[in-house]
């Protein structure tokens, strides 16, 4: 069975850092893309960014440019999303999702992050 | 960026009667290799997106024959086929055949 925990959320102070961390497991991660999506509470769905099964290749959002890394650990079944300079805009529960080619199979329960001062 | 726009955004519904959302794309979704990367997601309340239909109109493991996708280029269609209360709660289209990835507003189904 796929499984995708997120971690890492939490409090922090406009301007900070913070890093949001997904465990793999059930599935042979090193031969899919990942994604980061995030929904705002009580808003809809915002794709974050993706990298590819090797982690060769990643694309962000422009909102988030320059920002964000996205990074994985093929040997640890780690897909990783570092946030830098978090406006309150970013706000929003951070999910991963696995995704074959063009489609957002498989997703994880979320983690909340809420930048506040 | 695609656009993507949903109507209804919001589908009272009867138990056991039919529900339809349409989704349109700003652009064809239409992908260079041929495919197009359509999908369609449901959020349960409190719960995160599930898929339900990939590539338009084909069902994923474990969905439920009453769900159906249709369409082709710009215009897209989920269809339920007899609602049951355990579908309550927000469908999204998605495009993943241009970056970035999009999706629709959204549409809340509910019971009357």
């Known amino acids: 069975e796929v499984q995708l925990l997120e971690s890492g959320g939490g409090l922090i102070q406009p301007g900070g850092s913070l890093r949001l961390s997904c465990a793999a497991s059930?599935?042979?991660?090193?031969?899919?893309?990942m994604n980061w999506v995030r929904q705002a509470p009580g808003k809809g769905l915002e794709w974050v960014s993706v990298?590819?099964?090797?982690?060769?290749?990643?694309v962000y959002a422009d909102s988030v440019k320059g920002r964000f890394t996205i990074s994985r650990d093929n040997s640890k079944n780690l897909l990783y999303l570092q946030m830098n300079s978090l406006r309150a805009e970013d706000t929003a529960v951070y999910y991963c999702?696995?995704?074959?080619?063009?489609?957002?199979?498989?997703w994880g329960q979320g983690t909340l992050v809420t930048v506040s001062s | 960026d695609i656009v993507m726009t949903q109507t209804p955004l919001s589908s009272p519904v009867t138990l056991g009667q039919p529900a339809s959302i349409s989704c349109r794309s700003s652009q064809s979704l239409v992908h260079s290799d041929g495919n197009t990367y359509l999908s369609w997601l449901q959020q349960r309340p409190g719960q995160p997106p599930r898929l339900l239909i990939y590539k338009i109109s084909n069902r994923f493991s474990g969905v439920p024959d009453r769900f159906s996708g249709s369409g082709a280029g710009t215009d897209f269609t989920l269809k339920i086929s007899r609602v049951e209360a355990e579908d309550v709660g927000v469908y999204y289209c998605t495009q993943a055949s241009q970056f970035p990835y999009t999706f629709g507003q959204g549409t809340k189904l509910e019971i009357k």
């Open positions: 990298i590819t099964k090797s982690g060769g290749s990643t």
């Open positions: 999702a696995k995704e074959p080619a063009g489609t957002l199979e498989s």
């Open positions: 059930g599935f042979t991660f090193s031969n899919y893309a």
